[in-house]
């Protein structure tokens, strides 16, 4: 079984200020961790994505995350936030099985970026 | 660079008629996956298909609901008679060997 927690559905940050964006994953096999950038009314697009290689992920957008095993996190980041990063994200974990993957999103977080 | 593309892009329908979703997924890949997203929810799994059969489908996936893969390129998603609760989002997804998904842009279903 897998879950992902997001803490803080809505997240406000000053344009310039670091984002940081926080997700706690359970797994009970090796996760792969992702995250999704959706822009109002379009579809889901890929920021980043962790399967087990290097431990800090780099992103499109200048995005980045961690992944943390002792703490379960994958806490996404940007160190200066722009008026176009105003979008609703999304952590998700799934795990490979044969091939086949079932990817659980997390509830989404709404960042709003503050002129 | 590959994508996978779903049709309609907004489907409107009435209460209790069928509607057929499409999707065309990334040629090479074997896996696909549908997701639904109510307004203001969260992404939530559906179903999953592989080698013309179902692999594994959530409680959500009732016997309303069906998938199919007709040709080589399409993959389906029928909802038998549509409920006003079944208005979200619906996302395809298919993967190859890079354990990545590749989501389609969605199409938004209205019942009303």
């Known amino acids: 079984a897998q879950s992902v927690t997001q803490l803080g559905s809505h997240v406000s940050v000053s344009e310039g200020a670091l984002v940081l964006l926080r997700c706690n994953y359970s797994s009970s096999v090796p996760p792969y961790l992702f995250w999704y950038v959706q822009y109002p009314n379009q579809g889901l697009q890929l920021l980043l994505k962790?399967?087990?290689?290097?431990?800090l992920v780099k992103g499109i957008n200048g995005f980045e995350a961690e992944f943390k095993k002792s703490e379960t996190s994958f806490h996404l980041t940007k160190p200066s936030a722009h008026m176009s990063d105003a979008a609703e994200y999304f952590c998700a974990v799934s795990a490979v099985s044969g091939g086949y993957q079932k990817v659980t999103f997390g509830i989404g977080t709404k960042l709003q970026v503050i002129p | 660079e590959p994508e996978v593309t779903q049709t309609p892009s907004h489907q409107v329908t009435q209460m209790g008629q069928e509607v057929i979703l499409r999707c065309v997924p990334i040629s090479n890949h074997l896996y696909f996956y549908w997701y639904r997203q109510i307004l203001g929810q969260k992404v939530e799994f559906l179903v999953s298909f592989y080698n013309n059969e179902i692999s594994e489908k959530s409680e959500i996936f009732d016997d309303q609901f069906s998938v199919e893969r007709p040709d080589g390129s399409n993959f389906t998603l029928k909802i038998r008679s549509t409920k006003l609760e079944d208005s979200a989002m619906y996302f395809c997804a298919s993967t190859g060997d890079s354990y990545e998904q590749y989501f389609g842009p969605g199409t938004r279903l209205t019942v009303t």
């Open positions: 962790y399967t087990s290689a290097a431990t």
